[in-house]
């Protein structure tokens, strides 16, 4: 007879806790982990940010406890100490704890700095990687990051304005044959264009700009980098959103196949039913508008 398949080992309720760092995925509740669909069944603590959605949350065990931490500049969160610090303690208090990020912990979501803290207080962690968003949104926008005739290197970034400003290494990013991703960048997206072709590249370079990537409400413009910026503002683009630049963007006319619930205007069709496509599409998910918790 075959073996049930093996829960994660969650240490025994008597010891110190531990706490699991884990990538929620970019938005689309199919992509989450196996295994980060396990620990959410088993915790006792769920401590979460803004960019994990409700499909997701609705896994955790009915009686764990569930702490938003938020990290979204309009709604109340929980400054970066504080969460060290609530980590620490629910661990300490012998609670297995799931930290739950949007995309994967180790790509701009402060998982390293969190595991910096717990192993000096030497709570145990472990690190579930989770579907980053430059790998889903990319993939749902039909943008291949590599392509052996377009680019044969990517290189992520975050667009983050510190202080106002925006300190990148410009000459690494303007290299050719190289795909640029770029994380919060929306703010941004105007003076990097501008400094990109400032640093030599062609004002046609095709790029992307994603929108709720993965999800129901996805949402994709394209351009390049002397009209993108105008496009987006014109279209009231939001975050969270993903921005790809580079020639693996005029794939995207050939390579889409993601219809989001309410495709836009003029998008493409499914007109085919196929049974697997059936299968994996819950009736909720077409129906229901995909929200952040
Ligand atoms: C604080 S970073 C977190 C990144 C996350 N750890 C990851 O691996 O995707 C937040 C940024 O990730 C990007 N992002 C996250 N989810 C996204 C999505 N569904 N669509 C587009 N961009 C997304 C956006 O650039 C957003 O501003």
Request: neutral net charge; aromatic residues 4%; contains cysteine.
């Given at each position: 007879?075959?073996?049930?398949?093996?829960?994660?080992?969650?240490?025994?309720?008597?010891?110190?806790?531990?706490?699991?760092?884990?990538?929620?995925?970019?938005?689309?509740?199919?992509?989450?982990?196996?295994?980060?669909?396990?620990?959410?069944?088993?915790?006792?603590?769920?401590?979460?940010?803004?960019?994990?959605?409700?499909?997701?949350?609705?896994?955790?065990?009915?009686?764990?406890?569930?702490?938003?931490?938020?990290?979204?500049?309009?709604?109340?969160?929980?400054?970066?100490?504080?969460?060290?610090?609530?980590?620490?303690?629910?661990?300490?208090?012998?609670?297995?704890?799931?930290?739950?990020?949007?995309?994967?912990?180790?790509?701009?979501?402060?998982?390293?700095?969190?595991?910096?803290?717990?192993a000096t207080a030497q709570v145990r962690f472990e690190v579930v990687p989770g579907i980053t968003s430059a790998s889903g949104a990319s993939a749902y926008a039909g943008i291949p990051l590599t392509h052996r005739d377009y680019a044969q290197s990517c290189i992520i970034t975050t667009g983050h304005l510190k202080d106002g400003s925006l300190n990148l290494a410009w000459d690494a990013l303007v290299q050719p044959r190289?795909?640029?991703?770029?994380?919060?960048?929306?703010?941004?997206?105007?003076?990097?264009?501008?400094q990109l072709i400032a640093h030599g590249k062609t004002p046609v370079m095709p790029v992307a700009v994603i929108e709720n990537g993965t999800t129901q409400?996805?949402?994709?413009?394209?351009?390049?980098?002397?009209?993108?910026?105008?496009?987006?503002?014109?279209?009231?683009?939001?975050?969270?959103?993903?921005?790809?630049?580079?020639?693996?963007?005029?794939l995207r006319e050939k390579l889409q196949w993601f219809i989001p619930a309410e495709p836009a205007p003029g998008g493409i069709e499914n007109a085919i039913e196929n049974p697997i496509e059936k299968a994996l599409d819950k009736p909720a998910k077409n129906t229901a508008t995909f929200a952040y918790a």
């Open positions: 007879m075959s073996q049930p398949p093996a829960s994660p080992a969650i240490s025994p309720r008597h010891t110190q806790g531990r706490v699991y760092l884990v990538g929620a995925g970019p938005g689309d509740p199919d992509l989450l982990t196996v295994r980060a669909a396990k620990l959410l069944a088993l915790a006792d603590a769920v401590v979460y940010d803004h960019l994990v959605s409700t499909e997701i949350l609705a896994l955790i065990k009915a009686d764990a406890e569930l702490i938003y931490v938020g990290k979204q500049e309009s709604r109340h969160s929980l400054p970066q100490d504080g969460i060290n610090a609530l980590l620490v303690r629910l661990a300490k208090q012998g609670k297995n704890v799931v930290r739950l990020k949007g995309g994967d912990p180790f790509i701009f979501g402060r998982g390293g700095e969190e595991a910096e803290v717990l190289q795909t640029v991703v770029i994380y919060m960048g929306l703010g941004a997206l105007p003076e990097i264009s501008r409400r996805q949402r994709v413009i394209t351009g390049n980098l002397s009209d993108i910026a105008a496009k987006v503002k014109a279209e009231g683009f939001l975050s969270p959103c993903l921005i790809i630049i580079g020639e693996v963007v005029s």
